[in-house]
């Protein structure tokens, strides 16, 4: 099974996107990109340097252009892909980058809400001198123990060994005098403290505006951020990325939930290198590739032939489906026979996990048509459960 992922914020690089704009579909994507983002991304992908890059504003929407971009260039003809690829995940802001991949949202909308979030995200860093500190290495629970000590937030888990640091210049300053035992810190170059209770106010921001998003089920599982699990519900989709502003990113729950996929190939998107690096150590026997430049475009389908499977979810259904968030154990609500109707966002059963409990709902309703698993079932994260007719609609 095939993952295709979404680098974020720091993973650009100047000049990163040089190479890319020789190819014409390319450079006349991005032209139109640019005019949605009210950006000059040609300028900012090409020429601009390090500092003018590092900017919330500027690196969040040039990062998700490059994903969405290189993805159709991989991809020629779109619905090819969603035979091949068996999920898609995007670390923070490349979780925009996934979702409009998914079609979760359209490549416009996308390019405006990322606009809107760079936008939001540095006017909130810009209220109090905040940053953020990898802490590589170090026993987890004593990293985590500092942490709190210092009022800082673990804004990133990134798998073993790699949990960043957010809070204010003064609590890192304090947080460097007083490190964890055997880890080493590494302050990073980012304008704000992200995923912390200090970007509050660009959820705000955000919110108002996904109100008027229209978004549709994903056509290839995507996996948040917020809790590793799989996602399917467009508005779900929609919502998660919103809050996750604010809250942590758990990339290290994101790729459990790979490997409980059976996930065997790995594929990050550019400016690659980030994510393939983390999988590499935390996801032994997953093959990585990183796609950096249009050369690598071949060697990327020949991964793809060698990888891909499509995911569980039917991508031209006649019914609504509703898919298991985790892997676990499916506990079934009481009183569902077949035929039988859903009124919106009633609860359909549980997923018991190792780890926790998930409610699955119906978040339109609707007619039962068919049960695709049984109560006590164990099932895998995407798993369709239940397949329904929107209310109204005969089946």
Same mark, same amino acid.
């Given at each position: ?11 650009? +690089? ?16 991005? =032209? ?28 969040? $929407? ?17 619905? %090819? ?6 999920? #898609? ?26 606009? !809107? ?11 109090? $001198? ?23 937030? $673990? ?8 949990? =960043? ?14 490190? $964890? ?15 912390? !209770? ?5 959820? %705000? ?6 109100? +008027? ?35 942590? #990113? ?14 065997? &190939? ?23 590739? *990183? ?7 071949? !060697? ?23 898919? *298991? ?12 026979? !077949? ?9 359909? &059963? ?28 164990? =099932? +895998? ?15």
């Amino acid at each position: 099974m095939l993952v295709i992922v979404a680098p974020g914020q720091g993973a650009q +690089s100047p000049g990163f996107l040089t190479p890319w704009l020789e190819i014409p579909t390319f450079s006349e994507r991005l =032209v139109w990109l640019s005019a949605v983002s009210g950006m000059d991304l040609h300028h900012y992908g090409t020429e601009a340097d390090a500092e003018t890059i590092r900017d919330t504003a500027v690196a969040q $929407p040039l990062l998700v252009a490059a994903g969405l971009l290189a993805a159709l260039e991989l991809f020629p003809h779109p619905a %090819d892909a969603f035979g091949r690829i068996g999920a #898609v995940a995007g670390h923070s802001v490349g979780e925009l980058t996934a979702a409009a991949g998914a079609r979760a949202v359209s490549a416009e909308q996308a390019m405006v809400l990322v606009r !809107e979030r760079g936008n939001a995200m540095a006017a909130a860093a810009a209220t109090t $001198p905040t940053s953020m500190t990898a802490v590589l290495g170090g026993d987890r629970d004593d990293v985590l123990a500092r942490l709190e000590k210092h009022g800082l937030t $673990p804004a990133n888990d990134n798998g073993p060994g790699q949990i =960043v640091a957010a809070g204010t210049v003064e609590q890192l300053s304090a947080f460097a005098e007083d490190p $964890p035992a055997k880890a080493r810190l590494v302050p990073l170059s980012v304008a704000g403290a992200f995923h912390t !209770e200090h970007m509050a106010p660009a959820v %705000d921001v955000l919110a108002r505006l996904a109100r +008027s998003v229209s978004t549709h089920d994903a056509r290839t599982p995507i996996i948040s951020n917020r809790d590793g699990q799989v996602v399917h519900d467009g508005n779900d989709v929609l919502r998660r990325i919103v809050t996750q502003v604010r809250n942590p #990113v758990r990339w290290d729950l994101c790729m459990e939930t790979m490997l409980d996929l059976g996930v065997t &190939g790995m594929l990050e998107m550019p400016p690659a290198g980030t994510l393939t690096g983390i999988a590499r150590r935390a996801m032994k026997g997953v093959e990585t590739f *990183a796609l950096k430049t249009p050369d690598h475009l071949d !060697e990327a389908r020949a991964f793809i032939d060698k990888h891909g499977d499509a995911s569980q979810i039917d991508t031209n259904p006649t019914w609504r489906m509703l898919v *298991a968030p985790a892997k676990g154990t499916f506990h079934r609500a009481a009183d569902l026979p !077949e035929g039988g109707t859903l009124r919106p966002d009633a609860r359909i &059963g549980t997923v018991q996990s190792l780890r926790d409990e998930t409610a699955v709902t119906a978040p339109y309703g609707g007619h039962i048509v068919e049960w695709l698993v049984e109560d006590g079932d164990l =099932v +895998s994260p995407g798993q369709p459960l239940i397949r329904l007719h929107p209310e109204g609609v005969p089946s």
